[in-house]
């Protein structure tokens, strides 16, 4: 093989759409994937929201591999007993260009990798990257595998090897990999007919609904997620992973006590567990976020921490494709003027920072640590709770004690302090405001 202009490290979107920008501007490009197929090893808790492919792949909508397009999105309060839940629904999201869908990881990234390959990219797959190789001033200058013969020379490297990653480490891009920044995702997918779906969650056809949860997960900080596929509903924990490392309570047992709780066990009754999987997700944002770029090397997608956790939105697929094609414009742009060191390469970071890839982890750079601090996970659910239970309470003969008093006594009862209240109150309006 004759050294590429391009090696991409991971056939996941970030890898998959560096490929296909650069292969498209007319690059010789290797996409390496380490497992059977793009796709193959990875699970996926949540939502995928694709609009940015509305230019690289038009009318991607008509031919992805989506199973529900979510028109129902619900943000849901637990206590052992109670649930309180903010449920928004939209027909607009269930029309073309769509906002968010569900989708098996494994259809959706082997898709896209089949856009790499129609663009003229080399996919190389069960090709395991053990390090990188370097010239005698440092700089990157291809990656070493487990295939014969396994040293590859290229240009420009994108590493797109996931979380912690460990090509950015190698490169000396990552100062901050403290399990602090670091969550454990942790999914069951229930089997359950079409029609049953349907009819629990309130949706017809290719509708799905995304529920996002707090307060579900113990003493343990983090939240949970239920949200349909076309017949299959997939319910997880995503936990703080130096508390779930302080206890000895197991990541199936939240499962099993979250599908168990009163507001969610009548919706996957009699769901037959078809997938458990577990995945490790950059959870701190900016504050863990690696340099981007160094000679000879970019980093994207998960590899490069771009993971927005900021309770309203969790986002991370959409910031991998894009990123990827950022970095696979910068390559085009580096390989053409002859200049693949780190000051070739600014262009990278010039385009996350000038697009809502960085623009949207600055201004909620706060959110992770607001949305895991010990209030919001352990006292704010029972507080809001016990608000919603007594303004729907009628105490006759008693008379109605008013919005204000139920707030200062629940406030008081849940043991918290006004000036925290005030503080994470200020936090949240900076960050969402």
Same mark, same amino acid.
């Not at 390090?131 to 070493?144: F, P």
């Given at each position: 093989m004759s050294d590429p202009d391009v090696i991409v490290v991971g056939g996941g979107p970030a890898g998959s759409c560096a490929a296909i920008v650069a292969a498209r501007a007319g690059l010789s490009v290797v996409l390496l994937e380490r497992g059977p197929f793009p796709g193959s090893k990875n699970m996926y808790g949540g939502v995928v929201y694709p609009r940015i492919l509305d230019d690289l792949i038009p009318n991607w909508w008509e031919e992805a591999p989506i199973q529900r397009w979510v028109t129902r999105r619900a943000t849901m309060l637990l206590t052992e007993t109670q649930a309180l839940t903010v449920d928004f629904r939209t027909e607009a999201w269930g029309k073309a260009p769509y906002n968010g869908a569900t989708a098996y990881r494994p259809d959706f990234d082997a898709w896209l990798a089949g856009y790499a390959e129609a663009a003229?990219?080399?996919?190389?797959?069960?090709?395991?990257?053990?390090?990188?190789?370097?010239?005698?001033?440092?700089?990157?200058?291809?990656?070493?595998?487990?295939?014969?013969?396994?040293?590859?020379?290229?240009?420009?490297?994108i590493a797109c090897d996931g979380v912690n990653s460990f090509l950015a480490k190698e490169a000396g891009l990552y100062e901050h990999t403290d399990a602090k920044h670091f969550t454990l995702g942790v999914k069951e997918t229930l089997a359950l007919p079409k029609e049953v779906i349907d009819e629990r969650f309130g949706v017809r056809g290719r509708e799905g609904v995304d529920i996002e949860i707090v307060g579900c997960t113990g003493g343990i900080n983090g939240g949970g997620f239920v949200y349909t596929n076309l017949d299959t509903v997939a319910v997880g924990v995503v936990l703080k992973l130096t508390k779930l490392a302080a206890q000895?309570?197991?990541?199936?047992?939240?499962?099993?006590?979250?599908?168990?709780?009163?507001?969610?066990?009548?919706?996957?009754?009699?769901?037959?567990?078809?997938?458990?999987?577990?995945?490790?997700?950059?959870?701190?944002?900016?504050?863990?976020?690696?340099?981007?770029?160094?000679?000879?090397?970019?980093?994207?997608?998960?590899?490069?921490?771009?993971?927005?956790?900021?309770?309203?939105?969790? +986002?991370? @697929?959409?910031?991998?494709?894009?990123?990827?094609? !950022?970095?696979?414009?910068? /390559?085009?742009? &580096?390989? =053409?003027?002859?200049?693949?060191?780190?000051?070739?390469?600014?262009?990278?970071?010039?385009?996350?920072?000038?697009?809502?890839?960085?623009?949207?982890?600055?201004?909620?750079?706060?959110?992770? +640590?607001? @949305?895991?601090?010990?209030?919001?996970?352990?006292? !704010?659910?029972?507080?809001? /709770?016990?608000? &919603?239970? =007594?303004?729907?309470?009628?105490?006759?003969?008693?008379?109605?004690?008013?919005?204000?008093?139920?707030?200062?006594?629940?406030?008081?009862?849940?043991?918290?302090?006004?000036?925290?209240?005030?503080?994470?109150?200020?936090?949240?309006?900076?960050?969402?405001?």
């Open positions: 003229g990219a080399q996919v190389l797959t069960s090709t395991t990257v053990t390090g990188l190789l370097r010239d005698d001033k440092g700089a990157v200058v291809g990656v070493t595998t487990d295939r014969p013969d396994g040293d590859l020379r290229a240009r420009v490297v000895a309570t197991r990541p199936e047992q939240i499962i099993a006590n979250l599908k168990g709780h009163p507001a969610i066990a009548p919706l996957i009754e009699g769901g037959e567990m078809k997938e458990y999987s577990a995945h490790l997700i950059p959870e701190a944002g900016l504050r863990m976020m690696p340099k981007m770029t160094t000679d000879g090397m970019m980093v994207a997608g998960d590899a490069a921490a771009l993971c927005l956790a900021a309770g309203i939105w969790l +986002e991370g @697929v959409n910031f991998a494709m894009a990123s990827g094609m !950022y970095a696979g414009e910068t /390559a085009v742009e &580096a390989v =053409r003027v002859n200049d693949v060191s780190a000051k070739g390469l600014v262009g990278y970071q010039r385009r996350l920072s000038n697009t809502f890839v960085l623009k949207d982890h600055r201004k909620l750079r706060r959110a992770p +640590e607001l @949305v895991l601090s010990d209030r919001v996970q352990h006292l !704010y659910p029972q507080m809001m /709770a016990n608000i &919603a239970e =007594r303004m729907f309470r009628v105490d006759n003969p008693e008379p109605k004690p008013g919005l204000r008093r139920i707030l200062r006594q629940e406030r008081k009862r849940a043991g918290v302090r006004r000036r925290h209240l005030w503080r994470d109150a200020f936090t949240g309006f900076r960050s969402y405001g």
